[in-house]
């Protein structure tokens, strides 16, 4: 059974920071692909980051460009997004997601996680 635990999520004012981690069981994120999404209430689930293990590459939700990093660390099964200069449109519920679970479809689901709430305050 696959499970994507999601934490690190918290209420902070605009311009703090925060760090999200996800630690899985049954998938492996060394050498695959992963992500992060976030939801908004009343809005669409949004890809915010997503790793292609194939190229090397990285894409970014343009509305999060130069204030979110990622990171991982294999040792643990773990990935992190890294989330600066917060504004009160980063509020939603992230989730973490990896090939074949969240990632293609469904990161909003929380079938694998039950994702960390972030709230941001103006």
């Known amino acids: 059974e696959v499970q994507l635990v999601e934490s690190g999520g918290g209420s902070v004012q605009a311009g703090g920071s925060l760090r999200l981690s996800c630690t899985a069981s049954g998938v492996t994120f060394d050498g695959s692909d992963w992500g992060w999404y976030r939801q908004a209430p009343g809005d669409g689930c949004d890809l915010v980051v997503s790793?292609?293990?194939?190229?090397?590459?990285?894409w970014w939700r343009d509305s999060v460009k130069g204030r979110f990093t990622i990171s991982q660390d294999n040792a643990e099964n773990t990935v992190y997004l890294q989330m600066n200069n917060l504004k009160p449109e980063d509020s939603a519920v992230y989730y973490c997601?990896?090939?074949?679970?969240?990632?293609?479809?469904?990161?909003?689901?929380?079938?694998w996680g039950q994702g960390t709430q972030v709230t941001v305050s103006s």
């Open positions: 997601a990896a090939k074949g679970y969240g990632l293609e479809h469904s990161g909003c689901k929380g079938y």
């Open positions: 790793t292609s293990s194939s190229d090397g590459s990285t």
